[in-house]
Structure formats: structure tokens, C-alpha cells
């Protein structure tokens, strides 16, 4: 199946500091969502996005819709140690099938 | 239940075997899919159930695999003859199913199947 190019693929980083991950494709998508994920649980849903140019916060997290509706990325302002996951991008068409991305592993270091 | 289950939580074969994994999804969820997720990648769409039919199962990799939600709620992912290149976690989601491009996924914790 189609996965998207997720970078980069991992991120050590300070707490406190900013972080920011992107998503592309080669194919156009209707809706943008970013996910995270911790071990041994599913995916958990943090923003959605569904216009072309759309910039959606949620808290610290802020993630874009491309205008080219084939890439966005997200940011993580002031990261903290329960921010460390993998974060995925996943894309959806105009059917019902999402597309993920590689994932971005997050490691936060007190 | 709250969210969505998934049982078992982890499941070890032998290669040949067959397996059934089951979801049950959030009373009320119309909507259901599967994603097979192989370590270190993002999850890979399988199928997707509106109610009891398989609206979309294109992304089901062979004819060993197959699913099915006799009620419209629980479904479960059945693989025959199962090979080593069949290891990975299975995840399912459920979402109410309106048809919307805002309609949310929530997943489950996933069934690890490795098979020997």
C-alpha cells in the first residue's frame, strides 16, 4: 500500500525545545490528520486538517494543510518528556482508505 | 466499552496455521477498518466495513486473508495458512461512519502476531 514520506525519521531533542516533522506525497488528499502513537497501543488522533492552507492548533501542537493539498507539517512548541512517541501523518482521498506516513520518533531529554 | 478492544492482545503461531483476530469496536461505530502495521512503518489500510459489508477490502495482500462483521459490530480478521511475512501488529479503528471527511478514527491497541 501507498505510505507517505515522513520526515525526519527520528529527533533527539531538549526539553523545551520546538520541534517540527513534515509529510508529503505524490498524491493529492482531501483530509490531513497527524497521530501519535506510544508502544503497544494504537494510534491516537491530534489534529485534523481539511482545507488546503488550513493552520490548526491544538495546545502546544500546530499543524498546516499544504496548499499544494500533497504535503503538511506539524509543530511541537515547548516539548516536554510525555511528548516522546512516533508521530504519523496520514492522508485521506475521496474514499475511505488512509495513507500513513513512516512515522517520526520523538525523544525528549530532561 | 470506552474505546476499542482488540483480543487477543498478542497471539504466537506456527507457520501453516490459521489465525482469528477480533475487534470490537465503540457501541454505535458503523464504521470499522483494519491496518497491519510491520515494525518500524506507519499502519498499512486492509479494509474497511460500513455495517456488515466490506465497503473497500483492496488493500488485503492476498486471498489467505479475510474478514467479516456478521452484525455490523464485531469483526474479525481470519488468515489461513499463515507465513512468517505475516508477523506484524493488526490494528483496527472504528469511527461513527457518516460518511463525512471529518468522521474520526479511533483505534485499538492491536493484536502482535508472530508467526514461527
Known amino acids: 500500500g501507498q505510505q507517505l514520506n515522513q520526515s525526519p525519521q527520528s529527533m533527539f531533542i531538549q526539553e523545551g525545545e520546538d520541534v517540527s516533522m513534515n509529510c508529503t506525497s505524490s498524491?493529492?488528499?482531501?483530509?490531513w490528520l497527524w497521530y501519535k502513537q506510544d508502544p503497544g497501543e494504537g494510534p491516537v488522533l491530534l489534529i485534523a486538517l481539511y482545507k488546503a492552507g488550513e493552520l490548526t492548533s491544538n495546545g502546544r501542537l500546530t499543524a498546516q494543510f499544504g496548499i499544494t493539498r500533497k504535503d503538511s507539517f506539524l509543530n511541537i512548541s515547548a516539548s516536554i518528556p510525555s511528548d516522546v512517541g512516533i508521530y504519523f501523518c496520514?492522508?485521506?482521498?475521496?474514499?475511505?482508505?488512509?495513507?500513513f506516513g513512516t512515522g517520526t520518533s520523538l525523544t525528549v531529554i530532561p | 466499552g470506552a474505546g476499542v478492544s482488540q483480543t487477543p492482545s498478542n497471539k504466537v503461531t506456527e507457520k501453516g496455521k490459521y489465525v482469528e483476530l477480533r475487534c470490537d469496536p465503540i457501541s454505535g461505530h458503523t464504521a470499522l477498518y483494519w491496518y497491519r502495521q510491520s515494525l518500524g512503518q506507519g499502519p498499512e489500510f486492509l479494509i474497511y466495513?460500513?455495517?456488515?459489508?466490506?465497503?473497500?477490502d483492496s488493500g488485503l495482500p492476498n486471498d489467505r486473508f479475510f474478514a467479516v462483521r456478521p452484525e455490523g459490530s464485531v469483526s474479525t480478521l481470519k488468515i489461513q495458512r499463515t507465513e512468517r511475512g505475516d508477523s506484524a501488529v493488526y490494528l483496527c479503528a472504528s469511527s461513527l461512519g457518516g460518511g463525512t471527511s471529518t468522521d474520526t478514527q479511533y483505534f485499538g491497541p492491536g493484536t502482535r502476531l508472530t508467526v514461527l
Open positions: 498524491s493529492i488528499f482531501n483530509t
Open positions: 496520514a492522508g485521506q482521498n475521496t474514499g475511505n482508505q488512509f495513507y
Open positions: 466495513f460500513q455495517g456488515t459489508g466490506a465497503a473497500d
